[in-house]
């Protein structure tokens, strides 16, 4: 029996349902917050306070630092998506959070490279690593989660709903620190910059408290019960993941190439570059921007949701990845200006005009590529391998590519390449989407 046949693209949401779409948004904005924290503090405090330094290679190893998150991700993803797969979504979305939230509340405790030397850094990529693993089973389980509940004809937009919430944890992040640093320079390298991080125990509780009255999809439950009935129960998920599901997996992973190199290019480089000493910008001036242009990706992200619904995640995914490479090289100009009402426009336009179209047709694109049973395992391998290889190296590829070769046009090369790989990739793919 295939997918296609099991009782769940219902006309409306039961409540268990909607617990499920309430639990995945809320608790993918508390996780998100939670690492979008390090790339603000990435490109503003970590390298003074944990390298010593504000030299280009300080900065250097503190998006090193960032990328080392990333990195863990597809060992989150792996180990936590088996867990979702073989034991069910609930257990496995619990402790992503726990994780997730440990490491956030323990780098805010860390002492600094001036307090115990060397093994603060040290410290720091551990809690980096644990952070990376968190987050590289949230997304993935929160969107199968959400797929596998949602109508077929609402899976787009409802995914898109999660999905919407990256830009939103940003959002709230980069505020997080903007809050912080008006207590001024030296207050935030002395004591201020933990704050954001220390307040995530409480969003933590919050989100145990929600995710702890979750119910497993009827999906995920009819299609163990298969397993069971055909003796398949025993087989692991990962090993037929890539298996039966390679090209799947392939075509995962390059169609979230430019999304993630274009939204990490705003994110965390935009923050680093703005404030450098040739652009000039404030702290406050430059978290301001991203703030605001992030939050604007919250808003018209589920409209990508319905374009991908009414038109096709396919589509929808491939026509945001071609205008993702004709805007990297404007955005970067805007950046680069010194005017903070230019780069904030700059941003919010890159989230209207590309990350809204390919986060919201993201979710149902990838929920199509894999069968229920390996779906967790296939969405977090693809989406997080992409994120180690893509997004968490792309501020440290750009600030070397345009250090190296002396100008911003490499680094947006980089960008409209991975935008461009998407494109071409999402339109070749054949149409295999499993409603």
Known sequence: MDSTTLPVASERMAPGARRALFAAVTGTLIEWYDYALYGAAAGLVIAPLFFEGATSGATLAAFATFAVGFLARPLGGVMVGHLGDRYGRRPALLLTIVVMGAATVGIGLLPTAAAIGVLAPVLLV?????QGMGAGAELAGATTLVAEFAPSHRRGLLTSLVLSMPPAGIA???GAFLWASTAGDEALLEWAWRLPFLASAVLFALAVFIRRRLEETPEYVQAQERAADHGERDRVPLLELF?????????????????????YTMAVYALSLMTSPEVGLDRAAALTAVTLGSLAGVVATPFGGLAADRYGPRVVLAAGSAAGALYVFPLLGALSSGNAVLAAVAIALGYVLVIALTSGAQGAYLASLFPPRERFSGIAVAREANGALVAGT??????????????????????????LLSAVAVFLAPNVERH
């Open 126 to 130: 551990v809690l980096r690593l644990l």
């Open 172 to 174: 709230l992040a980069t």
């Open 243 to 263: 298996r039966r599901h390679r090209r799947a997996v392939l075509l995962g992973f390059l169609g979230v190439t430019g999304h993630n190199a274009l939204n």
């Open 394 to 419: 792309t501020p440290l590829v750009v600030t070397g590519l345009v250090a190296s070769l002396g100008g911003l046009w490499a680094g947006g090369a980089y960008v409209a390449l991975c935008c």
